[in-house]
């Protein structure tokens, strides 16, 4: 029985994907309800992983209320452990190869905590978190992951507003107004 199997989207998650890749490329914000099992981040994963792949220079940016949320080795539930989850079962063919003609891997110089670089198309996949997210740098696309749990969210919103051309925000309801 495998333990990975590949991805194939449902079709309602395949909507999904085209509706956030139009309010992107339109440089529209948008907000996503998040419900258990459907695979929301994941997605977001999915797409930030394709535009590192074939876009250069393109820089997607995730956060949430803490850092841990974002990037944390070897746990799964963290965003950029989810990348390189992707990463990790791409066909070596698909991965970028750096001026010294080494195929990229995880671990390497490309891959920091809170930063994966793609070393042939200078794309970058990054990660903040907390209430200080956006303050710094400039994104194509930036994704905050539970913004109804996000510390004073209107602080963060008006910083990530001036961070990217597009903001994705990105939750599980939590009460009412959020």
Not at 116 to 139: F, Q
Request: glycine share 10%.
């Amino acid at each position: 029985c495998p333990t990975t199997l590949p991805f194939i989207p449902w079709p309602r998650q395949a909507e999904f994907i085209q509706w956030l890749h139009d309010h992107i490329q339109a440089g529209n914000n948008c907000m996503g309800d998040k419900s258990r099992d459907w695979g929301a981040t994941w997605l977001c994963v999915y797409y930030a992983v394709w535009r590192w792949l074939f876009s250069p220079g393109y820089t997607v940016t995730f956060g949430s209320r803490k850092v841990e949320l974002v990037d944390k080795r070897g746990d799964l539930k963290s965003i950029l452990e989810k990348v390189r989850f992707c990463l990790r079962n791409l066909p070596k063919w698909m991965l970028p190869v750096d001026s010294q003609g080494k195929i990229f891997g995880l671990g390497s110089d490309n891959d920091n905590h809170l930063l994966i670089r793609n070393p042939e198309t200078l794309a970058t996949i990054a990660g903040e978190g907390g209430e200080e997210m956006g303050r710094g740098g400039r994104s194509s696309w930036y994704m905050i992951d539970e913004w109804a749990t996000v510390p004073k969210a209107e602080n963060v919103n008006a910083a990530v507003s001036g961070n990217a051309r597009s903001v994705f925000y990105l939750s599980t309801p939590k009460g009412m107004g959020n």
